[in-house]
């Protein structure tokens, strides 16, 4: 039975992330509670999904509204930490670009279709701009010409939404839990979570935690927010949640490229489909695009479970050959301006996936004093200004809609998420055939073309 924190307890939070850091800030501004954030590594942790150069920011959600509310409700703190950024002569963290979505050979999908709908009925319409011709498409994005003559001839526009510096997002975040006196302990093997610190006489009453130094520190409650890592961390989390890789690649555009890269918005190419999006190139000039879908999987050999392998424990990973092959044919369609660019730079984000794509924001069924706080399934950036105080209302015991659509799943519905939800839900595996990584030449332009 979980029991909500009684002011002056010490919360412990496992993971310097999205959900962790917003989480921390929420309940340290409350000045009710001592809130302590591990990491194994210093904030922004490297091997984070959330350490990016950018990650969408759209309230497209289909006809899934909670999320669509969730993401309106933080644009204006968005725009909020802008001004903050702005007031200390620092880059913005959110970038209005506006986000271009693609059907194809004339008709919306059903995603696209559903979200439109959802978006005028909420009182938002005025930020759509329907694009029903390829004429209109070409007119307003000319540097979408070749996508629309490959039968990505409908799109509409949605000027509200944009993008988000990811990392330095983390790092403003960050700024403010230590201004609202959190505490951290990070890096190495003192900020390394490695057990539940477990009641020697009851084996389901969490006491705190213990890291990979032997230390233990007790806790009232622990918030595990420990991204695609959760389900090989905590016992029973398995049933609910899965870590994925997910492909990035990027670009360093030179030239005339250059230029028409630069202004163009985040755009998502029939997503639901293909599950290909992208974005502007950024200040530093660099071109991130990316696919979300079912993603790859990593078995560890002691049980099977898939667990994260990034450049951090591995510097010389890429992404698997087989989703290199698949982005290239992609793009040659879509946006072949890139086809006689090298690829400068990839990497294997990793989801914490759920089997309905909705967060697992809820108390452990077995342990007391234990919040699980992750499950993002690749779509909760985006919410990184408000996603802790509903976090913090479900750490608090308070009911809510966000607290029973994250509650923990006793029956398993196992469906993608809207943005992904007209492709199969197909695994496949690291190392395994082509799930072999790409070589360093298989990233060069003239490679892809022989």
């Avoid at 009684?6 to 800030?25: K, R």
């Avoid at 005339?256 to 918005?265: D, E, G, R, S």
Wanted: proline share 5%; glycine share 10%; net charge neutral.
């Amino acid at each position: 039975m979980y029991t909500a924190p009684q002011p002056g307890s010490t919360i412990i939070i496992v993971g310097g992330g999205c959900y962790g850091l917003s989480t921390a800030h929420a309940l340290a501004v409350k000045r009710k509670y001592n809130v302590i954030v591990f990491d194994k590594e210093a904030i922004p942790a490297r091997d984070a999904a959330s350490t990016d150069i950018n990650k969408a920011v759209r309230y497209e959600y289909g006809d899934n509204l909670l999320y669509m509310h969730l993401t309106m409700e933080a644009l204006p703190y968005w725009h909020q930490w802008n001004k903050e950024r702005a007031e200390n002569k620092e880059s913005p963290v959110f970038h209005r670009s506006g986000v271009l979505l693609f059907g194809r050979h004339g008709k919306y999908g059903d995603y696209e279709r559903k979200s439109i709908d959802a978006i005028r009925a909420a009182g938002y319409g005025h930020a759509v701009e329907e694009l029903v011709t390829p004429e209109q498409i070409i007119d307003r994005f000319p540097q979408f010409e070749e996508a629309v003559r490959n039968g990505y001839n409908i799109a509409y526009f949605n000027e509200d939404g944009g993008w988000c510096n990811s990392v330095e997002a983390i790092k403003h975040v960050y700024g403010k839990c230590v201004q609202e006196g959190v505490q951290f302990v990070t890096g190495g093997q003192r900020g390394a979570f490695d057990a539940l610190w477990l009641d020697e006489k009851d084996k389901t009453k969490a006491r705190g935690i213990v890291t990979k130094d032997g230390t233990r520190y007790a806790a009232d409650t622990v918030v595990m927010a420990t991204g695609a890592w959760t389900a090989g961390l905590v016992p029973g989390v398995s049933s609910q949640l899965k870590a994925t890789g997910q492909i990035v690649v990027q670009f360093k555009p030179k030239g005339v490229a250059k230029n028409i890269l630069y202004n163009q918005p985040v755009w998502a190419a029939d997503v639901a489909n293909t599950g290909y999006y992208g974005f502007p190139m950024n200040e530093r000039g660099t071109l991130k695009i990316a696919r979300h879908a079912s993603g790859f999987l990593n078995p560890r050999q002691t049980d099977g479970l898939s667990v994260p392998r990034t450049q951090v424990d591995h510097p010389g990973d890429t992404i698997p050959l087989v989703a290199l092959r698949l982005m290239r044919q992609f793009l040659g369609e879509f946006l072949p301006l890139t086809s006689s660019m090298d690829i400068a730079y990839s990497r294997t984000c990793w989801y914490s996936d759920s089997p309905d794509g909705d967060f697992l924001i809820c108390p452990h069924p077995k342990y007391s004093n234990l919040i699980i706080a992750s499950g993002d399934s690749g779509h909760a950036m985006k919410m990184l200004p408000v996603i802790g105080y509903k976090i913090r209302s479900i750490v608090e015991g308070q009911d809510s809609d966000y607290a029973r659509a994250w509650a923990w799943r006793t029956s398993l519905n196992t469906k993608m998420d809207e943005f992904r939800g007209g492709m199969a839900l197909e695994y496949e595996t690291l190392g395994v055939d082509d799930g072999r990584m790409a070589a360093p030449d298989d990233f060069l332009a003239a490679k892809h073309h022989l």
